[in-house]
């Protein structure tokens, strides 16, 4: 009866403060802490956004943070510079990919009153370090642009359970993070990586995870042959700690869910990786059956007389179409219905189609035009192999497609910036088959290659800044294309591939499509 009193005297009034999740949704909040009642029975993410309810700004200009001064900052949070809800950057669920925030909790046995508030003393630097001091914001940067591609490390606000985190773990962290910065402060942390990475004598499933990251970092900055130890190094750490093993991650895991769950993505980060140097950077691979379908693909490369393959080529040609035709309906779509990318089906979804390339662009006649023959990094270069001339169209035909779907992945209107550094390899694979095909007949079918040819350029221009490797691929590229051009004005050798399209002379004498940067002879 009291209650019923209360509730006509007192109208209930609006909360004052409302979670991030219920904003966005624009749905009203309850204000409930530590979890507000909409969140509770979603089981979704509950966040508050402190409030600046009486803060004074300073009328002095606040100095931009660098990472080579000197100055001591006060130590920060890790969602500091990016949880704000005005922030131009968002942290994404950092969960399990493409699955729900609240279901991938379920599945590690957590709900979200289970989440420890981050202790920034995890990321305490040791009093003997060379790190500037206050650069812990360079966890943000790598957690907003990095981890959703290579996710191996616990979501942000999952991080105390594996503490204390190791010095090399965290200098790699730190050295991946400041390619991010408007700063130009990356190489400042290589060498105490260096360091780090030799003082940390035991092995153990951080070093693992170090090396690892370090090695995908590395081949980015085009230091392929360092990345490559590094990756050596890890799965050789890795195989002798039994990290292949089913039992390893729930043994050492310690019936934490959280550290079995990075014990788990880490050896299949390694099995992935493996298989991408491989492909790649033609390193004969180090674990067995690593990227199953890509490694049969370039075993198969090795082979010169295609008769004696049988059914192979048609098996693993089957193997991929099937895969996408098994997708779970939810991993249809690379794109969520907010408009985010599900990372690593972005990534698998490179790797099939440079699969494709590789299995279907040695038996087509694409090989035998000029352009199969630069050397470009990234691009493997494999033999034209003897297959029958009524395929050799085939072939063709399915390299191309498989090369324009990765230019499909590079259209998606996302940030470039998120995707793996790997991606850069597969955007070179395709623009070497779509110069293959201008080469084959380019009067007939320049325009879409163009198109796709000037998108990829675009995009490798928008990882200049980011990763080096970018930069010297897409010189290269664009030194091809000018010659792929000259050639194309010839009279074609082979039967075309598609329906006529636009003459070229008339823009055979310029290169403006190709972009800005100076062409080097």
Not at 403 to 409: C, E, G, R, T
Not at 498 to 505: A, K, M, Y
């Amino acid at each position: 009866m009291s209650n019923t009193v209360n509730r006509s005297t007192n109208p209930v009034r609006p909360a004052p403060l409302a979670c991030l999740e219920c904003r966005r949704k624009h749905l009203k909040c309850d204000g409930g802490t530590p979890v507000c009642g909409r969140c509770r029975k979603a089981q979704s993410d509950c966040q508050y956004t402190p409030s600046r309810r009486g803060y004074k700004p300073s009328s002095k200009p606040s100095a931009a943070p660098s990472t080579v001064s000197g100055t001591p900052r006060p130590e920060r949070a890790i969602v500091s510079p990016i949880s704000s809800a005005q922030s131009p950057f968002s942290i994404p669920s950092l969960t399990m990919p493409g699955i729900p925030p609240s279901q991938s909790l379920d599945r590690l046995g957590l709900t979200s009153t289970d989440r420890p508030s981050l202790n920034p003393n995890i990321f305490a630097l040791p009093s003997n370090s060379s790190y500037p001091q206050g650069d812990d914001f360079l966890f943000d940067y790598y957690y907003a642009f990095f981890h959703d591609a290579h996710p191996i490390l616990p979501p942000a606000h999952l991080l105390p359970r594996i503490a204390p985190i190791p010095p090399c773990l965290q200098a790699v962290v730190r050295f991946i993070g400041a390619h991010y910065t408007l700063d130009p402060s990356a190489d400042l942390y290589r060498d105490s990586v260096v360091s780090e990475l030799a003082a940390a004598n035991e092995p153990s499933f951080y070093k693992v995870q170090a090396l690892l990251l370090l090695s995908i970092v590395l081949h980015a900055r085009n230091e392929r042959s360092d990345a490559v130890d590094s990756f050596s190094t890890a799965v050789e750490l890795a195989l002798g700690m039994g990290m292949n093993r089913a039992s390893f991650a729930s043994t050492l895991g310690e019936n934490d869910p959280v550290r079995i769950e990075t014990l788990r993505r880490t050896w299949w980060e390694l099995y992935m990786v493996d298989g991408m140097f491989s492909a790649f950077d033609q390193m004969p691979s180090r674990i067995n059956n690593a990227s199953r379908i890509l490694k049969r693909t370039l075993d198969l490369g090795y082979v010169i007389d295609d008769y004696q393959l049988g059914d192979q080529v048609e098996s693993i040609d089957a193997s991929i179409g099937s895969w996408f035709h098994h997708l779970p309906i939810s991993k249809r779509n690379i794109l969520g219905p907010d408009g985010t990318v599900d990372q690593l089906l972005f990534r698998a979804h490179m790797i099939i189609n440079c699969a494709l390339i590789y299995l279907h662009l040695p038996r087509s006649n694409l090989l035998a035009t000029p352009t199969a023959v630069a050397s470009i990094p990234c691009a493997r270069r494999g033999l034209c192999i003897a297959a029958a001339s009524s395929t050799n169209l085939t072939h063709a035909v399915k390299s191309i497609k498989a090369a324009n779907d990765l230019a499909a992945l590079a259209a998606l209107r996302t940030s470039v910036i998120k995707h793996s550094p790997f991606f850069i390899c597969g955007l070179v694979l395709s623009a070497i088959v779509q110069l293959c095909a201008c080469s084959v007949r380019a009067s007939n079918c320049l325009e879409p290659r163009r198109d796709r040819i000037a998108l990829i350029v675009g995009e490798l221009k928008s990882l200049n800044a980011t990763w080096a490797i970018s930069q010297l691929v897409m010189k290269q590229i664009k030194l091809v294309a000018r010659e792929v051009l000259e050639i194309g004005v010839q009279q074609p050798i082979f039967p075309a591939l598609e329906d006529q399209g636009p003459d070229i002379s008339s823009i055979i004498s310029s290169d403006m499509w190709l972009g800005d940067i100076p062409i080097e002879q």
